[in-house]
T-cell receptor, first 114, second 112 residues
Framework: GAGVSQSPRYKVAKRGQDVALRCDPI?????LFWYQQALGQGPEFLTY????????KSGLPSDRFFAERPEGSVSTLKIQRTQQEDSAVYLC????????????FGSGTRLTVV | TQLLEQSPQFLSIQEGENLTVYCNSS?????LQWYRQEPGEGPVLLVT?????EVKKLKRLTFQFGDARKDSSLHITAAQPGDTGLYLC????????????FGPGTRLSVLP
């Protein structure tokens, strides 16, 4: 596609519910990142994929967060047993290579846990 | 502790004024990037700076990378309402895998 596509755009979840957020990167992009952005703050790193390999997941805040990219293209970020503190915008970014020249971001998924 | 600090946190100016925002760290970076983010959208890359002392210009925006590659500045000349947004600097946290970190941002508002 022309850009990074994320879905859904908005998600309201009841506390304790599981959610799955999808990222469709630019075709052929090797690197894929997930970020969490709280209101009024900069994005916080969650995890990084190079093709299908998850090379860095040091930013995932708890074992309730899980990300996968099984075929090296589409990625899913899953949050189990959502908590109110999980409310944030979740951004996905992709890059053709290691990203030294920058990343292309999607518009994000705004998750609200009530 | 933030790896990247940005100042000021908020800036509100009138159209036509000049401004400078800063990105600082105690760490040395191989490269540093500036992004601009509008409400409801993801960040959009403005520039990448690689060489210490490097200056890059993008129309009315001038970016400078510090000689020691620890800091950077963004100067906007004759600001316009369309420049309104959140300005983020970002860099690789070297030696920590591919952890690409952002500063907290400077929220700029340009009033007509």
């Amino acid at each position: 596609g022309a850009g990074v596509s994320q879905s859904p755009r908005y998600k309201v979840a009841k506390r304790g519910q599981d959610v799955a957020l999808r990222c469709d990167p630019i075709s052929g992009h090797v690197s894929l990142f997930w970020y969490q952005q709280a209101l009024g703050q900069g994005p916080e790193f969650l995890t990084y994929f190079q093709n299908e390999a998850q090379l860095d997941k040091s930013g995932l805040p708890s074992d309730r967060f899980f990300a996968e990219r099984p075929e090296g293209s589409v990625s899913t970020l899953k949050i189990q047993r959502t908590q109110q503190e999980d409310s944030a915008v979740y951004l996905c970014a992709s890059s053709l290579d290691a990203g030294v020249e920058g990343y292309t971001f999607g518009s994000g998924t705004r998750l609200t846990v009530v | 502790t933030q790896l990247l600090e940005q100042s000021p946190q908020f800036l509100s100016i009138q159209e036509g004024e000049n401004l400078t925002v800063y990105c600082n760290s105690s760490s040395v970076f191989s490269s540093l990037q500036w992004y601009r983010q509008e409400p409801g959208e993801g960040p959009v890359l403005l520039v990448t700076v690689v060489t210490g002392g490097e200056v890059k210009k993008l129309k009315r925006l001038t970016f400078q990378f510090g000689d020691a590659r620890k800091d950077s500045s963004l100067h906007i000349t004759a600001a316009q309402p369309g420049d309104t947004g959140l300005y983020l600097c970002a860099a690789f946290r070297d030696n920590y895998g591919q952890n690409f970190v952002f500063g907290p941002g400077t929220r700029l508002s340009v009033l007509p």
